[in-house]
């Protein structure tokens, strides 16, 4: 396994709470499991903020303490942290030319469910997509509260000011397209985020594969069109306009 440098991401994120805590999930869930000694001298951070932040994580159930790990010096073995697979689930939704692609993942990227939903009217998205996810949630017993967050891929234009699809080589629409608000009241707990399709799949290549040690990365789709994702300094870049 590549290691990475987490004492950058740190000294990036300003020390902050939330930033900290998901740098921390991130390390755990990176290395299967892990000590608090260990995520401390990876990121810089001190014990005693680790300690902080892994009792944070446990009290949520995003992770658990499992077994004993090895020690390297006298004294008592290490506790070491691992995700907790059950801990959430997350909502992935890709837009496509007839419809969409839902599927669900728990807290380790594994997928729980998928289902690919045809359209008659692409304007009715937004509610449809939030049946659905309800739908699947229900049939796999899944307490709606525990939906962590909706990721949405669009092969569009967006506006992010307005979170709307302004203009799309690839779906069905014209004019404008609004598909957020029913998802929102839906889901009102849950993180919405949303971007270009290509830019999505380059963050994807760069935190689970064999790029996970590199700060920039171009990603290339060829698919019914031709887009283009691109990392740098470990973010998605959208430029201005979100192309």
Known sequence: MTDINW????????????????????????????SRAEIAHKTGLSPTT????????????????????ER???????????????????????????????????????????????LADYHQIGQTAADTISRMLQAHRVNSRRL?????????VIDYTTRQVLRSTVLPVSGNLSFMEPLQQCFPRSFISLGNESGFCAYAEKTSGAYES?????????NIGVGAGLIIDNHIFSGSGGM
């Open 7 to 34: 004492k950058t991401q740190v000294s990036s994120q300003q020390q902050g709470k939330e930033n900290n805590i998901s740098l921390v999930f991130t390390l755990i869930r990176y290395y299967g499991a892990i």
């Open 72 to 118: 390297s010096t006298v004294g008592r073995k290490p506790i070491m942290l691992q995700v907790n697979p059950q801990g959430g689930v997350i909502a992935s939704l890709e837009f496509l030319a007839d419809g969409f692609s839902c599927a669900l993942y728990d807290l380790t990227i594994q997928e729980i469910s998928e289902q690919h939903v045809l």
């Open 50 to 69: 680790i300690s902080y932040l892994a009792d944070q994580l446990l009290t949520s159930g995003f992770v658990f303490e499992t077994g004993n790990g």
């Open 214 to 222: 590199l700060d920039h990365l171009i990603y290339l789709d060829i």
């Open 148 to 156: 962590l967050g909706i990721s949405i891929g669009i092969p569009a």
